[in-house]
């Protein structure tokens, strides 16, 4: 089945890939035209996703009409900052018969909507599936086992979209929680950072770090069943799952933003140095505002929020964490 892809980065290109490699053809848009080349004359992602040798069947495009108004299936993986004002261009164009999987994590600043809320917003006359779990793109690009949770309301689509990517070593899990399965990926972007900074400190505690993700999964369920999950949505996979993910992997942006943090770089400094703010940087602001509208007590978060604005130090969160969790 042509199958679309917006957005050819570390995720569209592994996602692409697979379902290349399952038999399909795929075609994916993509902001950075030396990407599009190196894609269609090279068949290689160096800059996202170097390493691998990608189908004859994964195609790069620079047109997003091409992309929307041609495929049964549109997967979406950019990052979640750029969603609205790529798709807005295209809004008209996209065939409605079309199911959009989001891939994308985040949520809006202004407005505190998810991404795939912005999603069903733009496009409603379109079926939409929600697409989360623990998934490195590096890992399953090289054929390391992986199981992801597509979280949607009809089950042929879910189906469809499952034929698309399931394989020996991957598969898919269905949900009916569109909202949980999106906020456990989302929502575990924050906690990462905390993990970062307890890398940079040189703190490799088992017990240390146990405490801590338990903390983080309940303050993740807090605010997630306040903004309408099922409780029981964290426990699996896009929830747990993606959040020990996340602990445990050196790919992760969140992750090394805290590592910076801990070295004693400011946000300034981390944007020149990363290029880019992680995405958990703008979900815990969001997330902040969100929950005191909500009236929701988030420790943990907020600590996070005072040593990037620098009102506590790396050192003081983790002794302030310690006498309020461990203690
Ligand atoms: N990489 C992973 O392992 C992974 C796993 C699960 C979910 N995700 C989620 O997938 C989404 C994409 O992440 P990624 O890691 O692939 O990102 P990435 O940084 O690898 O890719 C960035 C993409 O954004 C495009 N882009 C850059 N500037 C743009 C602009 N101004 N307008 C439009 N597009 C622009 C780039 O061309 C590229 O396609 C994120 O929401 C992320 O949280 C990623």
Redesign the pocket.
Known sequence: MLTGMI????????VGNLIAANGNEVIGW???SQ?VEEINQKGTNSR?LPGVTLEKTLKATYSLREVMSGCPVIFI????I?LQ??LDKVREQVNTQAILVN????LDRESGLT?FQILRCMFPNNSAIML?GP????EFAQGMPTVVVLAGQNRNDLLTVSHLLDNQYFRTRFSDDEIGVELG?VLK?IYAIGLGMFDGQGITSVNFRAVYLTIALEEMARIGVGMGAKIETFLYLSGMGDLLATSMST?S?NRRMGELLAKGLNLDQIKKEMG?VP?GFNTLRSMLYLAEKLHIALPLAKGLWDVIHERISPENFIRVFIRDFVD
Do not use: C, D, W
Not at 7 to 14: D, E, F, S
Not at 77 to 80: G, I, Q, V
Not at 103 to 106: I, L, P, R, S, V
């Open positions: 957005g050819l980065g570390n995720l569209g290109t592994a993509e902001h950075n990407v996202y993986a950019l990052p979640s750029f004002s790529t891939m994308a994590k985040g991404s989360s998934s490195i793109a590096n990926g972007n790919h942006h880019v995405e």
